[in-house]
């Protein structure tokens, strides 16, 4: 291999174990482990907690033998105790966690591991279930069934030789980045487009369909097209960019400014500012797309000075797409006599978002409607930041505790219903790609308030109300004054709904099919 290949170091046979069924399995080594001083690691974890020692189960350390390059092993479970094996290996250690825990889905990881530094070589890793009916339920929180949802036929008919490879460094269910790459993958396959889908990282529950980025190169045929969705820094981006691809085709989403990161997420913020940096080989695609001008303008500074975009290779495209289900905009008005005011924030808990932003506005707020509330919902992987919003609303503010709701897992007719329910949506967020969260807010009804960011400038118009600096006794009065009247409500949401039909107009998915009307 170059240094250039992608290369799968180690690999399962299968996406899952389901031990009531069968508990062995087959672990491919790739020719390169035999020029390593590795060994082999079965570790594996509780699904639900994957910390030490909390989640814990145990793990086996196993010598490799040379020449040999498919393992059998088995995973046995005894009244809650769990045992390994791989025929033909030594095992050199183990360990197990001495306090039962009580699970009935797991993680199991295949590690090779240095012989000299125990730092870890490569992983592979696959879910484990003792029962079938756990499996289903993990695996359905995404619907893997061709036509739900249905999108629009498209007006353009593609190449059936195509392949589409749509690559993407992380893919997540709930994630906004990882639902249009799912959303998309789906599109093109209704419309009789080859499509699979490689990423570096994604959610486990995916890996029935969703292939390492290793496998691109062995999956390589003819007539190939990347379609790659930029967000963050990818470590194989040259890689996957060596190879003989007929056309690539870039959708980025925007980077977010390392700055804002820094404070509370160094290693996040040096991750974007290594995207930001990696952003010059985006000028080696054939065709670029990018869901705002405001995210095309940040990544043409990336490029050459001689480099400039024009309609034959640069498209903007929301990136949302909405079957024919949804295109009918919902909107319930609030039940009579519940005139409570209920301050609405969506999106995930991160440092660009300025959640302390809206913890102050909100401590103005109070001030004048003692009774309002405010309810943020989104998910948090930074535990400092978390704890400083805590102390904000806590210790500093002392936001009485009932005046806050935090709900870091809600989606579908939930969120909904939190959308139709709730008075306004404030977002204080200082980057975005495109605000995803105003889009399904003013689909619904809901009136927003928005920071005046240079993106939602661009993207919503003038049916947002903005606020240019954060004067937060400016913006609390403003609110006040803006819900005293129901009239407001109305002239408010007319405006929206003229926006949310226009940008309904260019999420049918058409805009990217058409990007596929390639000559091979």
């Not at 035999?34 to 909390?54: F, G, T, W």
């Not at 040259?238 to 400014?257: A, E």
Request: net charge negative; aromatic share 12%; with cysteine.
């Amino acid at each position: 291999m170059s240094d250039l290949a992608l290369e799968a170091l180690v690999s399962f046979d299968k996406n899952q174990i389901i031990l009531e069924n069968i508990e062995e399995f087959k672990i491919t080594l790739s020719d390169s482990v035999d020029n390593l001083k590795v060994s082999l690691i079965i570790d594996v974890y509780s699904l639900e907690d994957q910390r030490h020692p909390e989640g814990h189960i145990g793990w086996w350390k196993f010598e490799l033998n040379e020449n040999i390059n498919e393992l059998e092993g088995k995973l046995k479970l005894n009244e809650g105790s769990f045992g390994c094996e791989l025929l033909g290996c030594a095992l050199l250690d183990s360990w197990q966690n001495p306090k039962k825990i009580n699970t009935v889905s797991y993680i199991v990881n295949a590690v090779l591991r240095s012989d000299l530094t125990n730092a870890a070589v490569y992983i592979d890793k696959i879910p484990c279930f003792e029962y079938e009916a756990d499996a289903n339920f993990y695996r359905s929180q995404y619907n893997r069934k061709l036509n739900e949802p249905l999108y629009e036929f498209g007006t353009t008919l593609i190449d059936p030789n195509l392949n589409v490879r749509i690559v993407c460094p992380d893919v997540y269910v709930k994630d906004a980045v990882g639902n249009f790459c799912l959303d998309t993958h789906k599109l093109f396959r209704q419309q009789n487009i080859s499509s699979s889908i490689y990423a570096k990282e994604f959610d486990l529950s995916l890996n029935d369909f969703i292939q390492k980025i290793e496998r691109l190169e062995n999956d390589f045929g003819e007539n190939e097209v990347l379609f790659y969705f930029a967000s963050t820094f990818f470590p194989e981006l040259d890689k996957v960019l060596s190879l003989p691809f007929k056309h690539r085709i870039v959708y980025y989403h925007g980077i977010t400014d390392p700055e804002l990161l820094m404070v509370f997420e160094p290693a996040t913020a040096n991750w974007m500012k290594k995207g930001r940096a990696q952003n010059k080989l985006l000028s080696k695609f054939d065709t670029l797309v990018a869901n705002s001008r405001t995210s095309a303008r940040e990544l043409e500074q990336s490029f050459d000075s001689d480099y400039t975009f024009d309609d034959k290779n640069f498209a903007i495209i929301p990136p949302v797409l909405l079957p024919l289900e949804k295109k009918k905009i919902s909107i319930v008005e609030k039940e009579d006599g519940k005139n409570e005011i209920k301050i609405l924030v969506v999106g995930r808990v991160q440092t660009n978002k300025k959640i302390e932003d809206v913890l102050q506005f909100f401590s103005e707020f109070l001030l004048i409607e003692p009774e309002a509330s405010l309810t943020i919902i989104g998910f948090s992987n930074d535990g400092a930041y978390q704890n400083y919003l805590d102390w904000l609303a806590n210790e500093s503010l002392k936001i009485p505790a009932d005046r806050i709701k935090w709900n870091s897992n809600l989606d579908g007719d939930e969120l909904v219903r939190e959308y139709q329910s709730s008075s306004i949506l404030l977002n204080m967020s200082e980057h975005e790609g495109f605000a995803v969260t105003i889009f399904e807010a003013m689909r619904y009804g809901l009136p927003v308030f928005s920071f005046a960011q240079a993106t939602i400038l661009e993207i919503y118009e003038d049916s947002c109300i903005y606020f240019y600096e954060k004067n937060y006794k400016m913006v609390a009065g403003a609110v006040k004054r803006f819900l005293a009247h129901p009239q407001n409500l109305k002239v408010q949401k007319a405006k929206q709904m003229e926006q949310v039909e226009k940008l309904i107009l260019r999420m049918s998915g058409k805009e990217l099919i058409n990007l596929l009307q390639i000559k091979i």
